[in-house]
């Protein structure tokens, strides 16, 4: 299908309530609205269908099971995977990322290292300084300017003993988006594994891992209209066999004996319990709902609406501004001269407009700028120039209250 902004938001049912009809959602990178179709999904799940998977055979439990069975071959669709034995269900970016770095560093060596940026969300740095802390093992961070990481000078942090590098694929907090191909450049003929954190990305565009060439790569339903507590790990078939299961239970074992256990097969032995069975089927039904539209269509609408707001900010004083347009996932960050950036949020949400305030779960990023908090507006698909323009007019009031026109300090490094 073609796309239109505004046919697109009339899938919405959450705008068209009434408290919230006047409603300028711009906090999408946190989370994106759900369409009518992925909350049907949900529900029909419960009402219609729910049963647990596999335990049992009785036709409830067979078509649950079906249902999560034809959920991972749309999800191995979603991201060109070779095989749905490549998809693995989790809670989400978070749950992913954690099942990686217990798994992966379970096999490392004292002294070994590992490769983050310091744009990563907290989920891509806790879990391996965790694991590091488990298990002896280094971090090392790609150089940076002032927070800011350098993608290109990847290769100086690079050594010996580099087993893993686990970097964003584009910036909660920045929009910042790493060039791909030159990070596979870089890469190439080491004996490493590359993880991509596509929790923001795969909200914008078509993620294609084959063409990627990573190793593993992480994402969230809840970030591209689908339901929370579903998230997808893709991994290569291979190295996926060969890494210990994360967690223990039901579902992902063979045979378990009183003191030792085998385990199940690709995908399940990194299942374990019971699977969010409605999340699962409500991903589903947002992977059914994103093939349906114009995805490059919808990014340009997306990229268009950036470039509006970047360049009607950009023109206010009184701003620092954090985010360039051309990162392309719909972030724009910025800090205000004077006051504090969650009094310009409490102001904008009075006028109920709806941005994100804090730290974007990026501490060291903000902390080497020196700011603790930025206000960050976030686009999605549905937003159209009207909410461009209520954000920036909603701003325009609270500067010229602020009046604080004069007397910009230093800038850091990495403000546009
Ligand atoms: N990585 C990035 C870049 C994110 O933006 C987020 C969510 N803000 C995560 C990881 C974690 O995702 P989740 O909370 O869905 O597990």
Same mark, same amino acid.
């Given at each position: 299908?073609? @796309? ?8 919405? +049912?959450?705008?068209?309530? #009434?408290?919230?009809? $006047? ?27 729910? &049963? ?25 669709? @979603? !991201? ?18 954690? !099942?990686?770095?217990?798994? !992966? ?17 907290? &989920? ?11 298990? *002896? ?31 964003? #694929? *584009? ?5 910042? =988006? ?20 596509? &929790? ?10 084959? =063409?990627?060439?990573?190793?593993? !790569? ?8 689908? +339901? ?9 078939? /291979?190295?996926?066999? &060969? ?28 299942? /374990?319990?019971?699977? +969010? ?6 991903? #589903? ?16 609408? $997306? ?7 970047? %360049? $009607? ?16 996932? #719909? ?7 004077? %006051? ?9 949400? $009075? ?15 903000? =902390? ?11 686009? /999605? ?26 007397? @910009? ?8």
């Amino acid at each position: 299908m073609s @796309f239109s902004a505004e046919e697109f938001k009339q899938q919405f +049912p959450l705008f068209a309530e #009434g408290e919230n009809r $006047e409603l300028v959602y711009l906090d999408n990178a946190a989370t994106t609205q759900k369409p009518q179709v992925v909350i049907d999904a949900v529900r029909d799940f419960y009402l219609h269908s729910n &049963a647990n998977t596999h335990r049992s055979s009785h036709r409830l439990a067979r078509r649950a099971t079906e249902m999560v069975e034809e959920t991972r071959r749309r999800a191995a669709r @979603f !991201l060109n995977a070779a095989s749905e034995r490549e998809v693995i269900f989790a809670r989400g970016a978070t749950e992913a990322l954690n !099942l990686l770095a217990y798994s !992966l560093c379970n096999e490392l060596q004292s002294g070994d290292e590992i490769v983050l940026s310091t744009a990563e969300h907290h &989920a891509n740095i806790v879990p391996w300084q965790m694991a590091a802390q488990r298990r *002896g093992l280094t971090l090392r961070y790609v150089p940076h300017t002032a927070g800011v990481p350098q993608f290109d000078r990847l290769e100086e942090v690079l050594g010996e003993r580099t087993r893993i590098v686990s970097l964003t #694929g *584009g910036s909660n907090a920045l929009g910042l =988006r790493p060039d791909l191909e030159d990070i596979a450049r870089q890469l190439r003929g080491r004996d490493l594994f590359w993880i991509v954190d596509a &929790a923001q990305l795969a909200a914008h565009e078509t993620v294609d891992v084959q =063409r990627i060439g990573c190793d593993f !790569l992480v994402c969230s339903a809840h970030k591209f209209y689908g +339901p929370s507590g579903i998230g997808l790990l893709w991994g290569r078939e /291979a190295l996926l066999e &060969a890494m210990p299961p994360w967690q223990g239970g039901g579902e992902m074992i063979a045979e378990v004996d009183l003191y030792s256990s085998t385990y199940a097969e690709l995908p399940h032995k990194f299942e /374990a319990g019971t699977s +969010p069975l409605a999340a699962i089927a409500g991903l #589903g039904a947002a992977l059914d709902f994103l093939a349906d539209w114009d995805r490059d269509a919808m990014a340009k609408h $997306e990229q268009q609406l950036l470039q509006q707001l970047h %360049g $009607e900010i950009a023109s206010l004083p009184g701003l620092r501004l954090y985010s360039q347009p051309q990162h392309n996932l #719909g972030i724009l960050a910025f800090a205000p001269v004077s %006051g504090s950036a969650a009094d310009l949020m409490h102001w904008l949400d $009075e006028k109920d407009i709806a941005v994100r305030v804090g730290h974007h779960c990026a501490q060291p990023l903000l =902390r080497a700028a020196g700011e603790t908090a930025t206000v960050r507006a976030s686009l /999605a698909a549905y937003n159209t120039e009207a909410d461009v323009l209520a954000f920036v007019d909603a701003l325009r009031e609270y500067l010229a209250l602020e009046d604080s026109t004069d007397a @910009f300090p230093e800038a850091p490094a990495w403000q546009v």
